[in-house]
């Protein structure tokens, strides 16, 4: 499932958990005043504590809804099968996670970085429209939220700009491997060194 022997490994990227979370943390305090701030602008239809608990339970279909777009961009546009992808939770960092077991190509793996916001944001954006009250408000900020280690991935593949670059999901922490495809046939996986990067 992982195999990368066609790939030469240029650089190992890790995303910090604890920065992801704290990014996440601030990023949906911010998103949540916002919010707040519009409902309280719109004509309100409804009272401003309405089926909170409901929005707020809310969010538990919404993490999977996150990682299973991350998994149909991969199959979509990665032309990977479902074999390829595996689901889970990194219960250290609180995160959950769709692994990608092959390298896509890196036009493609900005793409599957960003589904779930591409497809979540408009939706609850609208629905703060639709139902303005706080429920909707918590929905939206921590739905947006979800994808800030996304938004992390993103900035750190600005840098590059190549497009035979390929991309792999790091093997077991929140990252991802850089490769190129090999050269030589007769490279060696043995003779392979690597620089890191963490942020």
């Known amino acids: 499932m992982n195999d990368t022997s066609k ?46 608990l409901f929005f707020c339970l809310a969010l538990l279909p919404v993490l999977v809804i996150h990682e299973v777009l991350h998994a149909c961009a991969a199959k979509r546009y990665g032309k990977l099968k479902y074999a390829d992808i595996q689901f889970g939770m990194n219960w250290k960092g609180l995160m959950p996670y769709c692994h990608i077991g092959k390298p896509i190509a890196m036009r493609h793996y900005r793409i599957v970085a960003l589904m779930p916001l591409f497809v979540t944001g ?49 093997p077991s922490e929140p990252g991802f491997m850089i490769y190129k495809l090999r050269q030589d046939d007769g490279y060696q996986a043995g003779n392979l060194s690597y620089k890191g990067t963490k942020f």
């Open 7 to 52: 790939y030469e490994l240029i650089e190992e990227v890790r995303i910090n958990k604890l920065v992801a979370n704290l990014l996440g943390g601030l990023f949906v305090l911010v998103l949540l005043a916002l919010f707040v701030v519009i409902v309280l602008l719109l004509p309100r239809r409804v009272d401003f504590f309405d089926k909170a």
């Open 122 to 170: 408009p939706v609850v954006i609208v629905l703060v429209f639709l139902h303005p009250n706080l429920g909707s408000a918590i929905l939206a900020s921590a739905t947006i939220s979800l994808c800030t280690a996304d938004l992390l991935t993103i900035a750190k593949l600005r840098h590059y700009r190549d497009s035979d670059l390929w991309v792999y999901d790091h």
